[in-house]
């Protein structure tokens, strides 16, 4: 609405009469192009000129499923510098047209038609106008196609490179190995043969995350029930119950339940498990002769 031919007294006329119709509703305008508007363009170079006879393919140094995502999402058609959009399809007999097509391998990378001032010629520039508010927010990478410099042109024509990206900058091909620091302490007391108590507490620590602390603490019943609760500072409580089936065989299972903002969308989750330990110690006889 902040274009030049734009007609807003019809919208106000618009807003007006359907506020009127129904007066019980609120109406939110999303600012979309109105704040967003001629804030820079994409300029492509052709690579190649495909000729199918009737239509002729230039194929550009840029990619619009990469590059220039709305134009295929939404779709639209990108306004071309020096260049009109063919709207009537029978006209393209008559008229020289070009079908603008991106360099991936992707059946649909394609935008078009237009009808170009000038003829254009391999290694001429393409420029698409007002692309930047959504080129540089949905930009992406594609088999090997590299993202799009980022640049100023000064009110004295010089151009400022602002920002040129590699393959490095992919931010998928960035990893990096954070160190992670543990701290667990805990004691198990004896309150008679058949209660044990044993709490317990570790708290985490990694580059970049808050420290997360665990508060624990485990009841041994009869040597053969475990059951215990835990606490979370990320707002997690934990329920667990376990039972020793045998000396090696053991079942269990555990609740957790999130207390923070999601819980009205979580309503916890639940896990069985079954744990056997293997004894592979071997028995050593010792002679008295070296006692």
């Known amino acids: 609405m902040t274009r030049s031919d734009y007609d807003v007294n019809h919208l106000i006329g618009l807003l007006k009469e359907f506020k009127n119709r129904y007066p019980h509703l609120e109406i939110i305008l999303e600012p979309g192009s109105a704040v967003g508007w001629q804030t820079g363009f994409l300029i492509s170079t052709i690579l190649d000129i495909i000729d199918y006879g009737e239509l002729k393919t230039l194929v550009v140094d840029t990619s619009f499923s990469a590059h220039l995502p709305d134009c295929l999402e939404v779709p639209y058609k990108p306004v071309i510098r020096g260049a009109t959009i063919l709207e009537n399809q029978e006209e393209q007999k008559s008229l020289q047209t070009y079908r ?125 029930f475990w059951v215990g609760a835990s606490y979370r500072t990320s707002n997690d409580i934990i329920l667990i119950a376990e039972f020793n089936i045998t000396h090696y065989l053991r079942a269990g299972y555990s609740y957790d339940l999130t207390l923070g903002k999601v819980q009205k969308y979580n309503s916890g989750s639940h896990e069985i498990f079954i744990g056997f330990d293997f004894d592979i110690s071997k028995t050593k006889i010792i002679s008295p002769r070296f006692l």
């Open 100 to 224: 603008i097509g991106g360099l991936t391998c992707l059946a649909g990378d394609w935008c078009g038609d237009y009808i170009f001032e000038k003829t254009p010629q391999s290694g001429d520039r393409i420029i698409f106008e007002d692309m930047i508010h959504y080129t540089m927010v949905k930009t992406t990478t594609f088999n090997g196609v590299n993202l799009p410099s980022i640049g100023i042109i000064r009110e004295n024509g010089n151009f400022e490179l602002v920002k040129k990206f590699g393959y490095a900058d992919t931010t998928y091909l960035q990893t990096r190995l954070n160190r992670h620091f543990i701290a667990v302490a805990g004691k198990a007391f004896l309150i008679n043969d058949n209660l044990v108590l044993k709490p317990s507490t570790m708290v985490r620590y990694t580059e970049g995350a808050p420290v997360n602390l665990d508060l624990n603490l485990n009841i041994l019943l009869n040597r053969m």
